[in-house]
């Protein structure tokens, strides 16, 4: 495995020769690396250095301080971070609720989320690595505070590195458990923060996968259906990967695993543009708590690229999906192709960016456009707006929601 080690060997080199982090949660406190080192543009996109950390399984180190034996190699103290976002939206559309309780009223939500998490290396002998990552949602969650944990086992091979990552999530999906993606193929790790209108496997992924709570695919306030608890088993090269996960579509709890999410995609270079090309299932029925049987399935292809044209960074983005959410709701095949570009016009400091998403939710033709901004007042703390235009009135629960949606938000992390 010469490539991948050698590709890895030059990020723990970064990582030893890099100034102390000012900024991001415990990965960044691991790695002694500023938050740029891990991510393109503006948090949460990954570079090559953070998809090769990822790949690691979290277990990289710099110049951090170890506690090493036999057998033993951990951080000398555990690391931790806190994630902060606070929102205002505001659509446009009849008032259905008292002001101040609706987004047609303008709906301050503070917190919009307030995480804390912990992560790193678990145990590394030089062929084995173990790490983890926990978000704990600090106002609980049936699992106590855990609103997602993974543990990746990774085992260095020849021409390869092969991990076995059991998780549980309560709102990521099934590629929780490791996709390399920023396109919303696990809810979190979207370059915008209008998911549904501008991520297509979102908009054909965002129904409760319980019957009873199921809700309108394509509104855009509404849950994911993202509960998942499964393991995932990645085959990872320089040329890309392959992750073939077997879940069920709860949260953590006593479960079968009857449904099969596999994503696979490739990472060439290309200009000097670093890409993933990648395609994901959904297949497969999981009974939930009673006799309930839930349908998992969807597909989709995506494509991205991260270089620079006329000397700004970019990111280019695409993507299908298609979705069958019939045995949760009665809207039947959903179906969108998502378009964006993202410009970093102000190095280090603005990003500006565009989206179109062309959809069907059961024949109805459900278009959007969304333009992006997004201000890093710091690495770690950022001033974030995204607009969006819809080619019809939104819905949840049969009220109309509006034509538009702005949405303001301070997010930070420490």
Not at 26 to 35: E, I
Request: glycine share 10%; charged share 15%; proline share 3%.
């Amino acid at each position: 495995m010469k490539k991948v080690a050698l590709s890895l060997a030059g990020v723990l080199a970064a990582a030893a020769f890099a100034p102390e982090a000012s900024a991001i949660p415990a990965f960044a406190r691991q790695t002694g690396m500023a938050c740029s080192a891990c991510h393109a543009q503006h948090f949460p996109i990954l570079n090559g250095f953070g998809r090769a950390f990822k790949a690691a399984g979290f277990t990289m180190m710099g110049s951090q301080e170890k506690v090493e034996g036999e057998h033993l190699s951990i951080p000398a103290q555990m690391n931790f971070g806190q994630l902060l976002k606070v929102r205002y939206q505001k659509s446009s559309g009849p008032s259905d609720a008292v002001s101040g309780t609706s987004t047609n009223s303008g709906q301050w939500q503070f917190p919009d989320e307030y995480a804390l998490f912990v992560g790193g290396r678990m145990a590394d002998n030089g062929t084995v690595k173990v790490g983890v990552m926990a978000e704990n949602a600090l106002g609980g969650t049936n699992a106590g505070i855990v609103a997602g944990l993974r543990v990746p086992v990774v085992v260095e091979m020849d021409s390869a590195l092969i991990s076995v990552i059991p998780f549980t999530t309560d709102s990521l999906g099934p590629f929780y458990g490791y996709t390399e993606s920023s396109q919303g193929i696990n809810r979190a790790v979207r370059w915008a923060e209008h998911r549904l209108e501008t991520s297509a496997w979102q908009y054909v992924t965002n129904t409760n996968w319980h019957a009873a709570d199921a809700v309108v695919a394509g509104a855009f306030d509404t849950q994911s259906g993202g509960e998942a608890t499964g393991i995932a088993l990645v085959a990872h090269t320089d040329m890309g990967y392959i992750n073939v996960t077997r879940f069920a579509p709860t949260f953590a709890s006593a479960i079968q695993m009857s449904s099969t999410a596999v994503e696979i995609a490739a990472t060439p270079t290309i200009a000097d543009f670093a890409t993933i090309f990648s395609a994901n299932i959904l297949s497969g029925e999981s009974y939930l708590a009673g006799p309930t049987k839930i349908a998992t399935k969807a597909t989709g292809l995506s494509a991205q690229a991260h270089g620079e044209l006329a000397g700004m960074e970019t990111g280019l983005y695409a993507q299908y999906a298609k979705g069958d959410t019939a045995a949760i709701s009665d809207f039947g095949d959903n179906q969108a192709t998502t378009v964006g570009v993202d410009f970093t016009v102000i190095p280090h400091a603005l990003s500006i960016g565009a989206s179109l998403r062309s959809a069907k939710s059961n024949g109805v033709t459900d278009n959007a456009t969304t333009f992006t901004a997004v201000y890093d007042l710091a690495q770690n703390v950022a001033l974030v707006a995204n607009y969006t235009k819809y080619s019809k009135l939104q819905e949840k629960g049969g009220a109309a929601k509006g034509d538009s949606l702005f949405t303001g938000m301070l997010e930070a992390a420490w």
